[in-house]
């Protein structure tokens, strides 16, 4: 056998050849390295951190989520198990007949809707629609991590748009209007997240109107809105036609409490929707999937209302409780879940989850959105007697710090 090294004819030095000899016939085998190869987009690129991982741990109750506390429909099993009757088939890729059912209940027409699998998708085929590589995106902070992660993966600059803790986290208009100049899209999660801030439907649409006027684009996820009381009146949604430079996203997800079944929707005008569905990936949406998800729309959708009518009057007890036991202060949120600092304890965000584990709660470390938010926790409402053990955890923690 005979081994000997040569350059790479695409890089002198830069790797190297080996040739192997056995039994007269050669073997090339190239030492390649992957990073190099990669586009340089993903360099230094970590992956996003999220909430939602407490089924990995036993007998903990989960606060870092945002779902609908009464869990999935009590039949989901049954509607999984009829579907997949269906899975030898390749899925519709169109979704018509989800679109069908998602056109009647939000009030616009089949050709206004875009399907993914899950917001997430809907997120990722934005940037790849609408902004060139190089060109700039103003993404609040904080706010949903998929946004920035999926912009650099495509190119693009993000311009951060820092939210002030003396303006509540809130938006403020004279900021983005600084910010978009030179930019081509501008992000909106209302609710936000983490924050759980809503900012009202005039304030969106004003924000919208100058975008369109400056072309910009803008991404509005309101994934988490449909959980919040009065939500038809603060949507977006029905005004896709008025604005050409707008795309909503939601999802079931968070709504349903099915983030393993995952399916999403963007709306955006006739001419919006139709460049996105260049992008979008061919079968995206499998049968089981579009099955249930018309049938969740179509017939489950006072399961959601429900919900975000319990969430919206225990919010009021929990936060009250939470203040009298000195775990977090502050008004109640305008959602259904908080973002409260956790410096008044005298630790971090970390800390404070790690000890709540002890006591069979998780909640959502916030250090993952830089600082100051690692002094930040976020948690959800659920239902009372989730709530109270929240609150005796909570009480616990504050005595063990005192």
């Known amino acids: 056998m005979n081994c000997y090294p040569c350059p790479l004819l695409f890089g002198a030095m830069e790797g190297w050849v080996i040739h192997i000899l056995i039994s007269n016939a050669p073997h090339t085998f190239l030492m390649f390295n992957p990073e190099r190869a990669a586009r340089k987009e993903l360099a230094a690129l970590p992956k996003t951190v999220h909430g939602g991982q407490g089924w990995k741990l036993e007998e903990v109750e989960d606060y870092s989520h945002n779902l609908n506390p009464f869990g999935p429909p009590e039949d989901i099993s049954e509607l999984l198990a009829a579907a997949g009757s269906e899975v030898c088939h390749y899925p519709d890729d169109s979704c018509s007949e989800l679109k069908e059912a998602i056109s009647k209940v939000y009030g616009v027409k089949t050709d206004n809707i875009t399907v993914g699998a899950g917001s997430s998708d809907i997120i990722r085929n934005f940037p790849n629609t609408f902004i060139d590589s190089g060109e700039i995106a103003v993404i609040p902070r904080p706010s949903f991590a998929e946004y920035a992660h999926q912009c650099r993966i495509a190119g693009v600059t993000v311009r951060k748009m820092e939210l002030s803790e003396n303006n509540d986290l809130r938006l403020n208009p004279e900021d983005i209007t600084k910010q978009i100049s030179g930019a081509k899209a501008l992000y909106i999660c209302n609710p936000n997240n983490p924050t759980g801030r809503i900012e009202p439907r005039e304030k969106i649409l004003s924000i919208v109107k100058e975008c369109l006027e400056k072309d910009v684009m803008v991404f509005l996820d309101e994934t988490l809105l449909e959980l919040v009381p009065g939500q038809e009146n603060i949507s977006c949604v029905k005004y896709v036609d008025k604005y050409p430079n707008l795309v909503v996203a939601g999802s079931l997800t968070k709504s349903f409490a099915i983030p393993g079944i995952r399916i999403g929707f963007g709306f955006g005008s006739p001419e919006t929707i139709t460049q996105m569905?260049?992008?979008?990936?061919?079968?995206?949406?499998?049968?089981?999937?579009?099955?249930?998800?018309?049938?969740?729309?179509?017939?489950?959708?006072?399961?959601?209302?429900?919900?975000?009518?319990?969430?919206?009057?225990?919010?009021?007890?929990?936060?009250?409780?939470?203040?009298?036991?000195?775990?977090?202060?502050?008004?109640v949120s305008d959602s259904f879940f908080y973002f409260r600092p956790v410096s008044h304890l005298g630790v971090k965000a970390s800390d404070i989850n790690e000890r709540m584990q002890k006591q069979g709660i998780i909640l959502r470390d916030c250090a993952s959105f830089g600082e100051p938010y690692d002094m930040y926790v976020r948690y959800s409402v659920k239902d009372s007697e989730c709530n109270n053990r929240f609150i005796n955890a909570a009480e616990s923690v504050v005595k063990s710090l005192r």
């Open 277 to 331: 569905e260049k992008v979008r990936m061919t079968w995206n949406v499998g049968y089981a999937e579009q099955s249930i998800a018309k049938i969740l729309i179509e017939e489950r959708m006072d399961y959601v209302y429900r919900a975000a009518e319990l969430m919206a009057r225990e919010s009021v007890t929990m936060n009250r409780e939470l203040s009298e036991v000195g775990f977090t202060q502050g008004k």
